[in-house]
């Protein structure tokens, strides 16, 4: 490294210098990494355009490795790459599309980047640049920050995807990122596999085939855990925007949910599946003993992470603060027009924080989609 010569910053034109001393300043003298505001701040403003400082140039070299190194910063560098990535046009350049999903690409698959963040070296202090190396390398090591680094290059790819004028950007990322930067088969296949497994569960996990799938378990009497394991798989039918299931823990050693959706918007959905033949009101008519079970549960989970969020935020539920709740349970076919009313009214009474679906809202909601999506 000491073979690298310090780089002069006066002779660099004034625009270039201020822009390039900011960004030194800041990985010179964060140890702590307590100034992200300020450094994703500074990385968010246009690179100073000149004919020998453009994207190829030194400051070019200089942006690239400020990116590289931003997973130094944990998960909340992570998210800044997502940030980069996806910022509406004309401000989003053309480095940050490309470089943001490499680094989360990298850190997902626990790929070295070490020779990325050489870039910095000649404008770093010695000390700096070791602490911002071991910063970065202990990222990669975390399993915690591997999955978040996942979900942060997944939200690119769904953002992007869910904008048919946008879709051709997830092509160049893949080819740029798979084409240009691993050159090992093994790494390469293994790149690919992830991206092109990313994009298909961007993909709305909604269609006819799953809707009869469904439309026959709703017309058999199947055990309760039969119809939990299909929305754990299609959990869009639940919410079209569903991202992920988080997986099925216990919280405070007292309640669970039957499974929790995390939302592409980082919202949270705690479910409560009961059978189809479980009718959510008795003939006078009131809510009914399934019906209030699986309300309890739900507001059970409110409390609990109303008294505990901080616990919530840091074992599984990253980011959680004012979940939603969902309960699916009966048929509209077997309630009477005043058992109907009812549901609305509790709907309505209920809303936004929790929402009761028959199975056959569940079904026409589900089609309704299909056909909106399908329409010429």
């Not at 053309?94 to 680094?103: M, N, T």
């Not at 699986?294 to 004012?322: M, R």
């Not at 349970?329 to 679906?357: A, C, E, V």
Request: proline fraction near 6%; hydrophobic fraction near 40%.
């Amino acid at each position: 490294m000491d073979r690298i010569p310090r780089l002069d910053f006066s002779t660099w034109p004034e625009q270039a210098r201020r822009y390039a001393l900011s960004l030194v300043e800041i990985l010179n003298n964060d140890g702590k990494r307590a100034r992200l505001l300020e450094y994703t701040s500074i990385l968010k403003q246009p690179v100073p355009r000149n004919t020998d400082f453009d994207e190829n140039g030194e400051i070019g070299t200089l942006r690239r490795g400020s990116i590289f190194a931003l997973p130094a910063y944990g998960a909340e560098g992570l998210n800044v790459l997502y940030e980069l990535a996806t910022m509406p046009l004309p401000h989003r350049s053309r480095s940050a599309l490309l470089y943001a999903p490499e680094v989360l690409l990298h850190v997902t698959l626990n790929r070295n980047i070490s020779s990325r963040i050489e870039d910095l070296y000649p404008y770093l202090e010695n000390a700096s640049y070791t602490s911002l190396v071991q910063d970065i390398c202990n990222t990669h090591a975390s399993p915690e920050l591997q999955r978040e680094a996942r979900r942060q290059l997944s939200r690119i790819i769904y953002s992007f995807t869910s904008q048919p004028s946008d879709r051709h950007i997830v092509g160049y990322i893949i080819s740029s990122i798979v084409g240009f930067i691993f050159v090992n088969d093994e790494q390469s296949a293994s790149a690919i596999n992830l991206m092109l497994e990313i994009v298909v569960q961007g993909t709305l996990n909604i269609s006819d085939t799953l809707c009869h799938q469904l439309e026959v378990l709703i017309g058999s009497n199947f055990p309760e855990r039969k119809y939990q394991e299909f929305f754990e798989k299609c959990p869009a039918f639940i919410d079209p925007l569903a991202s992920s299931i988080v997986e099925r823990q216990h919280m405070g050693e007292m309640w669970r949910s039957d499974f929790v959706i995390r939302r592409l918007d980082d919202q949270y959905i705690f479910v409560e599946i009961e059978k189809p033949q479980d009718s959510p009101f008795t003939s006078y008519p009131h809510p009914s003993a399934a019906l209030s079970h699986a309300l309890g549960q739900v507001l059970n989970w409110f409390v609990w992470v109303e008294d505990n969020i901080a616990y919530a935020q840091s074992h599984g539920f990253p980011g959680i603060h004012s979940p939603r709740g969902v309960v699916v349970i009966g048929r509209n076919s077997d309630l009477t027009p005043n058992q109907l009313r009812l549901l609305k009214t509790l709907n309505d009474n209920l809303h936004p924080r929790i929402h009761i679906q028959t199975y056959d809202d569940v079904l026409v909601n589900a089609r309704n989609i299909i056909r909106n999506l399908t329409a010429k």
